[in-house]
């Protein structure tokens, strides 16, 4: 086990994290790195599910995800886009990620976000972006826990909130799929600790009904819940802009890992109802009512 103990001056824990890597495979003649960021592979991974999607619902209207290297949206979103052209892919990324040209901070949220540029970010693909902010996403994720049957953790709480957000204000025959990219189990100790969300002063925000508008991503510092309809690939200079060797940008990303581990649970929902997820178990169901749900993982 390696652990580097500083983060890089410019591009943070994560980029330090990629320097050791890096030292590591100049080493070791014979190692590998599946780099997620830029491998192809990783968005390659996640077509078969969009073609279940495609198989289980028929039709979808839009795709709620989460960015993190950029792998599951790239993989679902553009088969999805294939099958139906005027597909509204809505992106969820967190406050102080750079991916869509935010300037780097201290990130809390893990999963989604990045302090550098990954190469798998299909940044085409995107009619609009959200950011969400830590407090706000364990509001989501606590109460999807309370009223529905699956949750997961920041990503999951972020998509969500952004998710229900998108079926309120859509037309009631939208057919909507939010992707929840893990469960619970992993968040214990953090999104569902009242001690540690004390700390980090996470309880007691309730998000606004409505994020807050920009007209471009670089408009101003998102902390809270904010929407932009207008993406595009950061300048370049501000980092790689993906494909490289991984762009840079400051901040803390932790030191644990904040790549996934390459499951995604999906969820549809019609209209303005709300979204339900899956939860690591391959679930598919009618859901209730009208709302169709179908949850895939794995
Ligand atoms: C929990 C969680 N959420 C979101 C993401 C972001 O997904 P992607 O890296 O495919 O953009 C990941 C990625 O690994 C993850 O593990």
Not at 139 to 155: D, E, M, N, V
Request: with cysteine.
């Amino acid at each position: 086990m390696h652990t580097v103990t500083a983060p890089h001056p410019v591009g943070g824990w994560q980029q330090a994290r990629r320097e050791r890597v890096a030292e590591l495979l100049a080493a070791h003649p014979d190692a590998w790195c599946p780099d997620q960021y830029h491998n192809p592979d990783n968005v390659a991974a996640y077509r078969p599910l969009a073609y279940e999607l495609v198989a289980q619902l028929g039709r979808v209207d839009t795709l709620v995800v989460s960015v993190g290297t950029g792998g599951h949206s790239a993989g679902i979103g553009r088969v999805l886009r294939s099958f139906f052209p005027a597909l509204r892919v809505v992106g969820v990324d967190t406050c102080a990620s750079i991916i869509f040209g935010q300037p780097a901070g201290t990130r809390l949220m893990r999963g989604l976000g990045s302090s550098i540029y990954p190469g798998n970010v299909a940044y085409e693909l995107f009619d609009e972006v959200h950011w969400v902010a830590a407090p706000e996403a364990v509001w989501a994720a606590r109460a999807l826990a309370r009223t529905r049957y699956a949750t997961g953790g920041w990503s999951v709480g972020a998509v969500a909130l952004v998710a229900r957000w998108v079926a309120r204000t859509s037309p009631a025959e939208q057919r909507i799929v939010a992707v929840f990219p893990d469960g619970p189990h992993r968040y214990v100790g953090t999104v569902f600790d009242d001690d540690w969300c004390r700390r980090h002063r996470l309880l007691g925000h309730v998000p606004a009904e409505d994020p807050q508008e920009i007209t471009r991503c670089t408009e101003t510092v998102v902390t809270r819940w904010t929407r932009c309809e207008k993406v595009e690939r950061p300048a370049p200079g501000v980092g790689d802009g993906g494909g490289g060797g991984g762009g840079m940008a400051a901040e803390d990303d932790g030191r644990g890992s904040a790549a996934g581990d390459g499951s995604c649970g999906s969820a549809a929902a019609d209209g303005s109802r709300g979204t339900a997820s899956g939860d690591g178990n391959r679930r598919t169901g009618p859901g209730d009512g009208n709302r169709g749900m179908a949850g895939v993982a794995r």
